[in-house]
């Protein structure tokens, strides 16, 4: 298996109340990234972390580093900030349909194997604010336009369901899916955050093979949360038996892509804190492995609960 981070969570970071760590420049993060142990991969925020295209791949090449995927960022930009695919204003739609398209340029010149897009400033805070069926139409067309551009470089959808709307426009595994069932290019996919999947009230594991059985490619975020929050917790620490499960049928779907964090170290050492999350990572795709795939799935066949209690107790919880 093959682990990477979202290196904006390598610097300074913060919320509402607080501000976490120290502010850190590309290299300065990639310099981290090659410090935590098993991770080899980097998904980069276009265009706020990604510079020169060449001397970025040069930087990367350097320190042994792959990407594992570009996300461009359309909810910075203040006019972005309400919404951008979404919005009554072609104008604005249109520009950030744009900046997809450039983060397709640039994983092209570095090499890249796709771009993902996490559209959470569009959605709604209150009842009677937005045109449902103008909201939902506007952004069928600004995906499908942005995924007929470049189709060697695939775009991958985040879905979320709260953040920072209060109520974002793809709640759900679900909903992103009826969305690339609508737009109906084959170069798409959803990336299965496990947080958010988990504040969508969803099995990520049901929602991965879900994805895979809707005809659509999977890109994972690993974390964790509290199921109310997308709190980007170190993973495992609330959803182990999850975890396992979201392994296991990775494994079953032959998923080949990078695992990448999408955690927040906050007030925890940034390095150990990645150190953690790599080696539960590493650790339960290894206990997910280890597992006696064709029995396991025999006894699901044969409606064996008992068993199949049994065989989680011992092999997983090991008590
Ligand atoms: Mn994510």
């Known amino acids: 298996m093959k682990q990477g981070v979202i290196i904006g969570f390598l610097g300074k970071t913060q919320d509402r109340f607080s501000e976490y760590q120290k502010p850190a420049t590309t290299r300065e993060k990639l310099e981290i990234v090659s410090r935590i142990e098993g991770f080899d991969g980097v998904e980069m925020v276009f265009p706020y972390e990604t510079g020169d295209p060449a001397e970025t791949k040069q930087m990367m090449d350097e320190m042994n580093l792959c990407f594992a995927a570009i996300n461009v960022n359309i909810k910075k930009e203040s006019e972005w900030v309400p919404g951008a695919l979404t919005r009554p204003d072609k104008g604005i739609r249109d520009r950030a349909v744009s900046m997809i398209k450039k983060a397709k340029d640039y994983a092209r010149a570095v090499g ?14 209150i009842l009677f604010q937005v045109n449902y069926r103008q909201a939902w139409n506007y952004m069928v067309d600004a995906i499908g336009e942005a995924a007929d551009y470049l189709p060697e470089i695939p775009l991958f959808i985040e879905p979320k369901y709260s953040e920072t709307r209060v109520h974002c426009q793809l709640d759900s595994t679900a909903k992103a899916l009826l969305l690339l069932k609508e737009v109906g290019n084959p170069a798409t996919g959803v990336t299965l955050d496990m947080g958010h999947s988990l504040q969508s009230q969803e099995n990520p594991a049901q929602a991965l093979v879900t994805i895979y059985e809707s005809g659509f490619d999977a890109y994972i975020h ?11 917790l170190v993973g495992a620490s609330r959803h182990f038996l999850h975890y396992v499960e979201l392994m296991f049928w990775a494994q079953q779907c032959n998923y080949d892509k990078y695992f990448t964090t999408d955690a927040s170290p906050r007030i925890f050492d940034v390095v150990e804190f990645f150190n953690r999350h790599s080696e539960i990572t590493l650790g339960a795709y290894n206990l997910a492995k280890s597992l006696d795939h064709n029995s396991l799935l025999e006894m699901m066949r044969n409606e064996d609960f008992n068993s199949l209690m049994k065989y989680v107790n011992k092999e997983i919880y090991r008590v």
């Open 112 to 125: 890249a194997p796709h771009v993902t897009c996490c559209p959470l400033s569009d959605g709604y805070d």
């Open 222 to 232: 690993t974390n964790d949360n509290d199921t109310k929050a997308d709190w980007d």
